[in-house]
Nanobody, 126 residues
Framework: QLQLVESGGGSVQPGGSLRLSCAAS????????IAWFRQAPGKEREGVSC????????NYTDSVKDRFAISRDNYRNTVYLQMNNLKPEDTAVYYC???????????????????WGQGTQVTVSW
């Protein structure tokens, strides 16, 4: 069983930055690919980014490319999402999710995930 806890959300003005963290409970954390999703009020959940179990492969949805960066520290069982140049349309609840992937060397954002965190709110406004 893997537990995921997001943190780092908050309120920021457009153009600002935030770094989200996703801390996992299991010692086998490096067997899991991790993704970030977000859901804005009244909208469907959207995949934002993913990272493979070793941190060698990443993917991003087009709207955040060149602004967001995903990384992971397997010694700390944590995945990060650095978000720069934030825009009002980035406002959403951000969730991290994990999928057991011991044999994979890449990641796919849109796929089934085994575990989900509770989410952290990100608000971008003046």
């Amino acid at each position: 069983q893997l537990q995921l806890v997001e943190s780092g959300g908050g309120s920021v003005q457009p153009g600002g930055s935030l770094r989200l963290s996703c801390a996992a409970s299991a010692e086998s954390f490096d067997w899991y690919a991790i993704a970030w999703f977000r859901q804005a009020p009244g909208k469907e959940r959207e995949g934002v980014s993913c990272i493979d179990r070793r941190g060698a492969r990443t993917n991003y949805t087009d709207s955040v490319k060149d602004r967001f960066a995903i990384s992971r520290d397997n010694y700390r069982n944590t995945v990060y999402l650095q978000m720069n140049n934030l825009k009002p349309e980035d406002t959403a609840v951000y969730y991290c999710a994990a999928v057991f992937s011991p044999m994979e060397s890449t990641c796919i954002i849109e796929r089934e995930y085994d575990y989900w965190g509770q989410g952290t709110q990100v608000t971008v406004s003046w």
